[in-house]
């Protein structure tokens, strides 16, 4: 009943020590899956196991406090998790964990295509079988995996990149079940997403991967903590009426000390190198110095993102002719480049990356300015429930309304004009610098938008980031 994480450890033993017997063992437990015999009996006798676990942990640390003469004890989250699932959420519940779903045990890996069941387990489990693709050349892994990615991004991802429409199992629903009010997105399945798609683009260098972990991590994960980095959400809604808050703690953590785990580890996705060249996967500030058999590369970027698309690039040592490859993000309408100020004419198709080949001296200078304007956007799939709803998005960040910041507008109703005449606003507030976005409404009144990733930081409030619209 845990998640599949011990088929990346294997993979990991076997790269730091070519000891066959890990790989074979991570193949083992991955191509286990789909083949395993009654196996309804089987996760019935998981989940009894895991009940029995529970409750000597529970007899065990109640003891213990009794002793300390501590505070009562309290229920495991867990438990509380449980005991307010509805009747509807119990049945989904007993289904999904009795044919195997829940855990991907249904079905094949190289049959599968689509992502299923619990969230955090599934995208930690398609992480272990990407690796396993890398080490063994299968093609038929990738393309499973390809197809599960697929049926992800356009049938079961909320516009931020959140994961995990059914409460019941934290996990993956229907195609199209994307209920406003039924976002889990937990910010762990954001986190594990970001680790499968780094994957997916070690072995592939497609820019569809390294745009979604960018839209991952300034939204669906970035969400997860406040911006004094001392509370905390578990869930993260699309829509709300006030009642969630964050937390400075869990009694099941997974959430916090995973964020806390992610982001020391920002720095390797931003970079990476092969035979023909560096490539740029994410414009965040930082230095690359990488030794090679030539002559070492250097390089410095500054970035100003996500507030505007200005990024220098710096070498800092000389290099023999060598391709530097840079990501133009998909929503990128257009951008400019500049190389120790002259313009470089480059013409390629947004959402690729683009290759430049030179010599390049000490010092040189590669500007690149990716176009940045605040979008009011609809999805096309014509949903009935955000049927004449937007959303705004401007670069790699979604926005949404708080009601604190639009106090003299009707929230529940707030409806956006059909020429919006949006504007972008830099200043400090109590959120910090951030970037707001302001429009019209059909009321005449104005409105103001703050990034999805800052809400709920000034207490409670009312929070969406579908919006009703005038087309």
């Not at 000597?56 to 438990?79: D, Q, R, V």
């Not at 519940?93 to 045990?105: C, I, P, R």
Request: aromatic content about 12%.
């Amino acid at each position: 009943s845990g998640h599949p994480e011990i088929e990346l450890a294997l993979i990991k033993l076997y790269r730091e020590t070519s000891n066959e017997t890990y790989l074979n063992l991570c193949k083992h437990l991955i191509e286990k899956r789909g083949k395993i015999p009654h196996l309804r009996t089987y996760v019935m006798r998981r989940l009894i196991d895991a009940i029995k676990t529970f409750g000597i942990s529970n007899e065990i640390k109640e003891e213990y406090l009794i002793k300390k003469g501590k505070k009562k004890f309290e229920k495991e989250e867990s438990a509380e998790f449980l005991e307010a699932l509805s009747l509807k959420d119990w049945l989904i519940f007993l289904q999904q964990n009795l044919n195997g779903k829940n855990y991907q045990l249904n079905k094949s890996i190289r049959d599968s295509y689509e992502p299923i069941g619990h969230a955090v387990r599934a995208l930690y489990l398609y992480s272990g079988v990407t690796d396993l693709y890398s080490e063994t050349g299968d093609e038929t892994l990738l393309r499973a995996m390809e197809l599960i990615w697929l049926k992800m991004v356009k049938a079961k991802m909320y516009i931020t990149g959140g994961t995990g429409s059914i409460k019941a199992i934290e996990g993956f629903g229907k195609d199209f079940d994307l209920k406003l009010e039924n976002s889990y997105s937990e910010t762990c399945a954001a986190i594990a997403n970001i680790m499968w798609n780094w994957r997916l683009l070690l072995v592939t260098n497609k820019s569809k991967y390294a745009d979604l972990i960018e839209h991952l991590l300034y939204n669906a994960m970035l969400v997860g903590q406040s911006l004094d980095g001392k509370k905390y959400f578990y869930s993260n809604c699309l829509i709300s009426n006030g009642e969630e808050e964050r937390k400075e703690w869990f009694k099941c953590p997974c959430c916090p000390t995973n964020f806390i785990r992610i982001i020391p580890k920002l720095g390797q996705f931003i970079y990476t190198t092969s035979k023909s060249g560096i490539w740029l996967h994410q414009y965040i500030g930082s230095e690359l110095n990488f030794p090679s058999n030539s002559s070492s590369i250097k390089i410095k970027q500054t970035s100003q993102f996500p507030w505007n698309g200005k990024v220098s690039i710096k070498f800092l040592s000389r290099m023999d002719k060598v391709s530097l490859y840079l990501r133009v993000p998909k929503w990128c309408e257009s951008f400019q480049l500049h190389l120790n100020d002259r313009e470089i004419v480059e013409r390629k198709k947004i959402g690729s990356y683009l290759q430049i080949q030179r010599k390049w001296r000490e010092d040189d200078i590669l500007k690149i300015n990716l176009s940045m304007e605040p979008r009011l956007l609809s999805d096309n799939l014509n949903r009935k429930q955000i049927k004449d709803k937007r959303y705004i998005q401007y670069g790699p960040l979604i926005y949404c309304l708080e009601d604190i910041d639009n106090k003299n507008n009707h929230f529940p109703h707030i409806t956006i004009a059909g020429e919006p005449h949006l504007k972008t606003e830099f200043k400090k507030s109590s959120l910090g610098e951030i970037l707001t976005i302001k429009g019209d409404l059909s009321s005449g009144n104005s409105f103001t938008a703050i990034p999805y990733f800052a809400w709920a930081n000034r207490g409670p409030t009312k929070m969406k980031v579908w919006i009703n619209s005038i087309k």
